[in-house]
T-cell receptor
Framework: SQTIHQWPATLVQPVGSPLSLECTVE??????LYWYRQAAGRGLQLLFY??????ISSEVPQNLSASRPQDRQFILSSKKLLLSDSGFYLC???????????FGNGTRLTVT | SQQGEEDPQALSIQEGENATMNCSYK?????LQWYRQNSGRGLVHLIL?????REKHSGRLRVTLDTSKKSSSLLITASRAADTASYFC???????????FGTGTRLQVFP
């Protein structure tokens, strides 16, 4: 069966520090991969999505970047965090377009 | 701007009552999906309805889709305290690979 792992679960980082959040999927190949951010009590904002290695689309101009070094690995990064980067970050995968998303348990990021 | 908007933003009911949540969207879609999120957790997929379908059932869930009005509704029948969560609709704009989520409805079911 397929599983998705996202870590860390919580993270407290000072302003200006770098960020690296990892997400890996097991049990499937060539998944679509997604990074979403959720502000407290709000909906999900799509940050990045990838339909394959070296195929990453950015949805919102921001202080973040994404990479997909392996087929089932998706990394969210920042060189210098801002206070506004605080939020709940969710990684997800789907088998193909128009199919359901499967989410990780999320990373709660607090930038202080 | 967001593809989907849910209403109400919050809903409080007693156990046994039905809960209805609505979702509106803006562009043509291939399908519409509903998800549930328990506090502080990832989202869980509930049901998917395709653009050529009008109604779909899954257990106590009933979803309707009206593409002419660009709207959908999620009905949870005979609600339980364990149904307390936030519920989101999500749509894929035709010709894209991305799934856009609405703002969500926070459902509170009191025992």
């Amino acid at each position: 069966s397929q599983t998705i792992h996202q870590w860390p679960a919580t993270l407290v980082q000072p302003v200006g520090s770098p960020l690296s959040l990892e997400c890996t999927v097991e049990g499937t190949s060539n998944p679509n991969l997604y990074w979403y951010r959720q502000a407290a009590g709000r909906g999900l904002q799509l940050l990045f999505y990838s339909i394959g290695i070296d195929q990453i689309s950015s949805e919102v101009p921001q202080n973040l970047s994404a990479s997909r070094p392996q087929d089932r690995q998706f990394i969210l990064s920042s060189k210098k965090l801002l206070l506004s980067d605080s939020g709940f970050y969710l990684c997800a995968w789907s088998q193909h377009n128009n199919s359901p998303l499967h989410f990780g348990n999320g990373t709660r990021l607090t930038v202080t | 701007s967001q593809q989907g908007e849910e209403d109400p933003q919050a809903l409080s009911i007693q156990e046994g009552e039905n809960a209805t949540m609505n979702c509106s969207y803006k562009t043509s879609i291939n399908n519409l999906q509903w998800y549930r999120q328990n506090s502080g957790r990832g989202l869980v997929h509930l049901i998917l309805i395709r653009s050529n379908e009008r109604e779909k059932h899954s257990g106590r869930l009933r979803v309707t889709l009206d593409t002419s009005k660009k709207s959908s509704s999620l009905l949870i029948t005979a609600s339980r305290a364990a149904d307390t969560a936030s519920y989101f609709c999500a749509t894929d704009a035709r010709g894209t690979d991305k799934l856009i989520f609405g703002t969500g409805t926070r459902l509170q079911v009191f025992p």
